[in-house]
C-alpha cells in the first residue's frame, strides 16, 4: 500500500495511493507530497508516479503490498495482509522509478469469495 525510499542522506521518500481508490489508480498528484523530500521529484503519468533520482547515492526500498478485498464468506480479518519487501539499490542522479502503489481490496457482496 506505500512504499518507501531512503537514501544514505537520511531522506525518507514515502509514497501513497494520492487517495485513490478503485482500479485506475491516481488522476492528480494534488498537495500529497507538499513539504516532503521528494516534492518536486514526482510526476504522475496514467496512474504511474514517476520518480527522479536525486542523487547518486544507496538507496534502502521497501515496498508492502496493499491489503486483499474480504467478502461475505471471508471475513475482514481473514484477508491477506500483502508481502513486505527490502532491498538496497544504487541508483544514478537523474534515473526515473516508476512507480505503482495499489490500492486496498474491497468489500464484496455479490459473491461468496474474493481472490
Request: a negative charge.
Given at each position: 500500500?506505500?512504499?518507501?525510499?531512503?537514501?544514505?542522506?537520511?531522506?525518507?521518500?514515502?509514497?501513497?495511493?494520492l487517495?485513490?481508490?478503485?482500479?485506475?489508480?491516481?488522476?492528480?498528484?494534488?498537495?500529497?507530497?507538499?513539504?516532503?523530500?521528494?516534492?518536486?521529484?514526482?510526476?504522475?503519468?496514467?496512474?504511474?508516479q514517476?520518480?527522479?533520482?536525486?542523487?547518486?547515492?544507496?538507496?534502502?526500498?521497501?515496498?508492502?503490498?496493499?491489503?486483499?478485498?474480504?467478502?461475505?464468506?471471508?471475513?475482514?480479518?481473514?484477508?491477506?495482509?500483502?508481502?513486505?519487501?527490502?532491498?538496497?539499490?544504487?541508483?544514478?542522479?537523474?534515473?526515473?522509478?516508476?512507480?505503482?502503489?495499489?490500492?486496498?481490496?474491497?468489500?464484496?457482496?455479490?459473491?461468496?469469495?474474493?481472490?
Amino acid at each position: 500500500k506505500e512504499i518507501v525510499l531512503g537514501s544514505i542522506a537520511d531522506q525518507r521518500m514515502k509514497f501513497t495511493t494520492l487517495g485513490a481508490t478503485g482500479r485506475q489508480g491516481p488522476t492528480t498528484l494534488g498537495d500529497h507530497y507538499r513539504g516532503q523530500d521528494h516534492e518536486h521529484l514526482v510526476t504522475l503519468h496514467d496512474g504511474i508516479q514517476h520518480f527522479t533520482v536525486p542523487g547518486t547515492g544507496t538507496y534502502n526500498i521497501e515496498a508492502a503490498g496493499a491489503a486483499a478485498g474480504w467478502g461475505v464468506s471471508n471475513p475482514m480479518s481473514d484477508r491477506g495482509r500483502g508481502a513486505v519487501l527490502t532491498g538496497t539499490f544504487h541508483l544514478e542522479q537523474g534515473e526515473t522509478l516508476r512507480i505503482l502503489v495499489g490500492q486496498e481490496g474491497a468489500e464484496n457482496t455479490a459473491r461468496w469469495t474474493v481472490g
